[in-house]
């Protein structure tokens, strides 16, 4: 099994923190997705933001998160955005 900063944009502090809630290889964070696993952040670390999510999506992409097309930064905005709703800490 591949270790998760074997992605891209996944650092070890990313890393500890995927690990933490359950997503503990690249597989398990292809198979979640980058909204569902970003969810399972935000209720953890209710601090973590948009760039993030980004860098989840490019990890599972294998892309840099800057590098991610716009309408797909839009969507996952809107998703983010959508979650802040729910934490008044954000």
């Given amino acids: 099994m591949a270790e998760l900063t074997s992605m891209a944009n ?3 502090e990313m890393a500890k923190k ?3 809630v359950g997503i503990d290889s ?3 964070l292809m198979e979640l997705g980058s909204k569902q696993a970003f969810f ?3 209720e953890a670390y209710p601090n973590v933001c948009l760039v993030h999510l ?3 999506e490019g ?3 294998n892309i840099e998160f800057n590098s991610l097309p716009e309408e797909k930064k839009r969507e996952l905005k809107e998703f983010s955005d959508y ?3 729910f934490y008044i800490g954000d």
């Fill in 40 to 42: 399972k952040l935000k």
């Fill in 10 to 12: 996944i650092g070890g």
């Fill in 26 to 28: 690249p597989e398990k």
């Fill in 59 to 61: 990890a599972i992409q």
């Fill in 83 to 85: 979650l802040k709703c």
């Fill in 18 to 20: 995927l690990t933490a």
């Fill in 54 to 56: 980004y860098a989840l």
